[in-house]
T-cell receptor, first 108, second 113 residues
Framework: GQQLNQSPQSMFIQEGEDVSMNCTSSSIFNTWLWYKQDPGEGPVLLIALYKAGELTSNGRLTAQFGITRKDSFLNISASIPSDVGIYFCAGRLNDMRFGAGTRLTVKP | GAGVSQSPSNKVTEKGKDVELRCDPI?????LYWYRQSLGQGLEFLIY????????KSGLPSDRFSAERTGGSVSTLTIQRTQQEDSAVYLC???????????FGQGTRLTVV
């Protein structure tokens, strides 16, 4: 089946720092999605990417759909305490598969 | 409704009992997905529907798990003869069509005692 490798597993950063996380796969996808999950909640969509090479921003978030269609990254600039949570990448080719998540901790 | 709705939000059941979890997708969304999330873990794909049919059932952990979708809308995930290892949060998502953005419900937290 499709395997998504997400890294890093966890990050501990200082408020104001930038963050970068990525996902790679041996399979190609038509869509890459990035989600954030807070404790006790369902994942919330942050950014959707539909074309290889696409670079999309949403406020302090920037994500890119890799040119090979097998990878994607998410950057968060100038982190703030409410960025704390678990970030998941997801690749879509009919169904939707998820990476294992990156747990982000932001120290004030 | 405005978003994906799942019910119940919490379910405690005794080992060996059957449970039924419900997902109401966003109106008009043709694709629907079920995932299982154990504590502190990622999202394990279970099954997805395109309309009423399920092209891929490979993620269902055992034959105790089944899912159906009727009228291209509501879906139910049924777990028969529940075991303690079935305890997890079961998440449902829907999307307008394949390969577009998908939106999640709040999940059903299942505890098997």
């Amino acid at each position: 089946g499709q395997q998504l490798n997400q890294s890093p597993q966890s990050m501990f950063i200082q408020e104001g720092e930038d963050v970068s996380m990525n996902c790679t796969s041996s399979s190609i996808f038509n869509t890459w999605l990035w989600y954030k999950q807070d404790p006790g909640e369902g994942p919330v969509l942050l950014i959707a990417l539909y074309k290889a090479g696409e670079l999309t921003s949403n406020g302090r978030l920037t994500a890119q759909f890799g040119i090979t269609r097998k990878d994607s990254f998410l950057n968060i600039s100038a982190s703030i305490p409410s960025d704390v949570g678990i970030y998941f990448c997801a690749g879509r080719l009919n169904d939707m598969r998820f990476g294992a998540g990156t747990r982000l901790t932001v120290k004030p | 409704g405005a978003g994906v709705s799942q019910s119940p939000s919490n379910k405690v059941t005794e080992k060996g009992k059957d449970v039924e979890l419900r997902c109401d997708p966003i109106s008009g969304h043709t694709a629907l997905y079920w995932y299982r999330q154990s504590l502190g873990q990622g999202l394990e794909f279970l099954i997805y529907f395109q309309g009423n049919s399920a092209p891929d059932k490979s993620g269902l952990p055992s034959d105790r798990f089944s899912a159906e979708r009727t009228g291209g809308s509501v879906s139910t995930l049924t777990i028969q003869r529940t075991q303690q290892e079935d305890s997890a949060v079961y998440l449902c998502a829907s999307s307008p069509r394949q390969n577009t953005e998908a939106f999640f419900g709040q999940g059903t937290r299942l505890t098997v005692v």
